[in-house]
Nanobody, 127 residues
Framework: QAQLVESGGGLVQTGGSLRLSCKVS????????MGWFRQAAEKEREFVAA????????HYADSVKGRFAISRDNAKNTVELQMNSVKPEDTAVYYC????????????????????WGRGTQVTVSS
């Protein structure tokens, strides 16, 4: 079982930027596709972005496309989420997860397709 630790969250003004990081240990990191999800208060966890094990494929939720960018460094066992032009509706706890299947697009939006979640990092966007 992998251990994941998210960091980089905080308070940011509308239009600002944040860079989230997820450190993974306990697995051969480059074998696994990774995803970022978020969960706002009283809402279900929702897909934000995913990246393939080699980093050659990415996919984004429509709500963040063009504003967020996912990347990974397999030498450092980290996956990052660069958040630009943030909006109040981006406020949530952000989690990274390890995709259980080696099929990148299979159930990519479903939280149940991922495991080994970290504790999350809070992002709050002020208007």
């Amino acid at each position: 079982q992998a251990q994941l630790v998210e960091s980089g969250g905080g308070l940011v003004q509308t239009g600002g930027s944040l860079r989230l990081s997820c450190k993974v240990s306990g697995r051969t990191f480059s074998r696994y596709h990774m995803g970022w999800f978020r969960q706002a208060a009283e809402k279900e966890r929702e897909f934000v972005a995913a990246i393939s094990g080699r980093g050659d494929m990415t996919h984004y939720a429509d709500s963040v496309k063009g504003r967020f960018a996912i990347s990974r460094d397999n030498a450092k066992n980290t996956v990052e989420l660069q958040m630009n032009s943030v909006k109040p509706e981006d406020t949530a706890v952000y989690y990274c997860g390890v995709k259980k299947s080696n099929e990148f697009y299979n159930s990519i939006y479903a939280p149940t397709a991922y495991d080994s979640w970290g504790r999350g990092t809070q992002v709050t966007v002020s208007s």
